[in-house]
């Protein structure tokens, strides 16, 4: 199985402020044959179920403000979010889709400073 | 607009069974590949399982943990998606989510139903 970790597990950004989360996977989840990706970002607001903003490491879903980026290739991934909302308060996951089992990251908590 | 609800939790003792169900409705069903996925507050997100669309074979993949306990299918003529629960262990408590699984985002759990919980507990 190829195990997602995410850093840090929480972290506190003052409104306006940049927040970065780091995703590591135990595996490269770039599939060479079509030089893509396998990787995810999820959002889950408090008492909502997970929600996809980020695909392909770095596209972002329809809809999803464009503050909201992902970077990286192969087994190191990254989430920015370049100004934080208030809106923005959530747990976020990443999570690989290149091999079954799917599996996620254990998730970053990001809160207001 | 896609909407997926999930019933059938509720309380179970260990060793006992329990189907939890997901209507589906917004898109083309019987086309779409589906998952179940999981959470709780120890081991977070946990994919059990998903069932392909019958276009595609219909068949099933399961998560180690749950392999030859829980089973997946569907009912395309009621637009529904099943989990049948067999032998339940305390580490099942769980919130479980129905999800399409890349009905629009290829590959991604790109829609989720709200959840229904699961505590199996004495």
């Known amino acids: 199985d190829i195990v997602m970790t995410q850093s840090p597990d929480s972290l506190a950004v003052s409104l306006g402020e940049r927040a970065t989360i780091n995703c590591k996977s135990s595996?490269?989840?770039?599939?060479?044959?079509?030089?893509?990706?396998?990787l995810a970002w999820y959002q889950q607001r408090p008492g909502q179920p997970p929600k996809v903003l980020i695909y392909?490491?770095?596209t972002r879903e329809s809809g999803v403000p464009d503050r909201f980026s992902g970077a990286g290739s192969g087994a190191d991934f990254t989430l920015s979010i370049s100004s934080l909302q208030a809106e923005d308060v959530a747990v976020y996951y990443c999570?690989?889709?290149?091999?079954?089992?799917?599996?996620f990251g254990q998730g970053t908590r990001v809160e207001i400073k | 607009e896609v909407q997926l609800v999930e019933s059938g939790g509720g309380l179970v003792k260990p060793g006992g069974s329990l189907r939890l169900s997901c209507e589906a409705s917004?898109?083309?069903?019987?086309?779409?590949?589906m998952s179940w996925v999981r959470q709780t507050p120890g081991r977070g997100l946990e994919w059990v399982g998903r069932?392909?669309?019958?276009?595609?074979?219909?068949?099933?993949d399961y998560a180690a943990p749950v392999k030859g306990r829980f089973t997946i299918s569907r009912d395309d003529s009621k637009n529904t998606l099943y989990l049948q629960m067999n032998s339940l262990k305390t580490e099942d408590t769980a919130v479980y989510y129905c999800?399409?699984?890349?009905?629009?985002?290829?590959?991604?759990?790109?829609?989720w139903g709200q959840g229904t919980l699961v505590t199996v507990s004495s």
């Open positions: 917004g898109f083309t069903f019987s086309n779409a590949w």
């Open positions: 999800t399409t699984d890349g009905v629009v985002i290829v590959h991604t759990f790109d829609n």
């Open positions: 069932i392909r669309s019958k276009n595609d074979g219909g068949t099933t």
């Open positions: 392909w490491a770095s």
């Open positions: 999570q690989q889709y290149y091999s079954v089992p799917r599996t």
């Open positions: 595996q490269s989840v770039l599939y060479s044959s079509n030089n893509k990706n396998y």
